[in-house]
């Protein structure tokens, strides 16, 4: 049978549509051999942002991870929890390590914007080049549906305090001097929960998605001004 002009024209639109979705795939292939091979050797060099680190949630898991890389790659750091025994464990242990100087903050980021005067105190007369908004908290062990939550009303204050005030005060207190110097480095740890709804931790994905959100745009505003902000899921 022969081919009609349409039928020549439904071909070249497929092959355009397989071409950018091959394309499309053969980007993230290359971005993930970047990030996950290639890093390893081709480093980027943190310590031209500056000499101090900040890490949320510092004292366990992927914050104390940060702040013990961050130590061993020449940054002081500042570590900022709850837990002010476990706060001068990791603080010891950085020192001893890397050399490198610390200094804590205890502070409950369940709290509202009355805690962070402490922080900005803290905070205020060092050079920060990078911020790790690591801190972050789900609200149950068994997901449950949202009014099945444990007091729900303490847990809302408590969820959107830890999870989103605190990464946009955080934000607030370091950014102005970062953009004096015309570099800096914020680090917002989302979670795959934010990427689509997330039913049975509803509070917890709405969170992580307003972080992904709030770090991509604000990226955005200020990466002219010499300032990356990067989101982790
Ligand atoms: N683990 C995962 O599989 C996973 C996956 C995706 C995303 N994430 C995200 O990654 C981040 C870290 O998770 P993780 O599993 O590494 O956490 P983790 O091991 O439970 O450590 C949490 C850290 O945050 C501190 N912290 C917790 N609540 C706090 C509060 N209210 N005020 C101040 N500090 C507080 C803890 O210190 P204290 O001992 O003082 O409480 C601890 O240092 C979170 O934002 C989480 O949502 C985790």
Redesign the pocket.
């Known amino acids: 049978m022969e081919e009609t002009r349409y039928d020549q024209r439904l071909h070249l639109l497929g092959l355009l549509a397989l071409s950018y979705l091959l394309l499309k795939q053969l980007w993230i292939l290359l971005v993930g051999i970047k990030n996950h091979v290639l890093s390893r050797w081709w480093r980027t060099d943190l310590k031209k942002y500056g000499g101090w680190a900040v890490v ?10 940060y702040a013990l890389q961050l130590a061993k790659r020449g940054f002081d750091v500042v570590l ?4 002010e025994e ?2 001068q464990r990791v603080a010891q242990e950085i020192e001893k390590q890397s050399q490198q100087k610390t200094k804590i903050i205890q ?4 709290g509202g914007s009355e805690i962070y005067p402490k922080v900005e105190n803290g905070l205020k007369d060092l050079d920060i080049g990078i911020l790790v908004n ?5 609200y149950v062990s068994d997901p449950v549906r949202f009014l099945e939550v444990d007091d729900v009303p303490k847990q809302i204050d ?1 969820t959107l305090n ?2 989103i005030l ?1 990464m946009v005060h955080m934000t607030r207190i370091v950014l102005p001097k970062m953009l004096q110097r015309k570099k800096g480095l914020i680090i917002n ?5 934010g990427i689509r709804p997330y039913p049975i931790m509803t509070m ?1 994905g709405a969170t ?1 998605a307003f972080m992904d959100f709030f770090s991509r745009s604000l990226h955005m505003e200020y990466k002219s001004d010499g300032i990356t902000v990067q989101v982790t ?1």
């Open positions: 949320t949630g510092a004292t366990d898991g992927i914050g104390k991870a900022i929890s709850r837990n476990k706060l502070v409950d980021f369940t690591n801190v972050g908290m789900s408590y830890c999870n605190s740890i989302s979670s795959s929960t917890y992580k899921v």
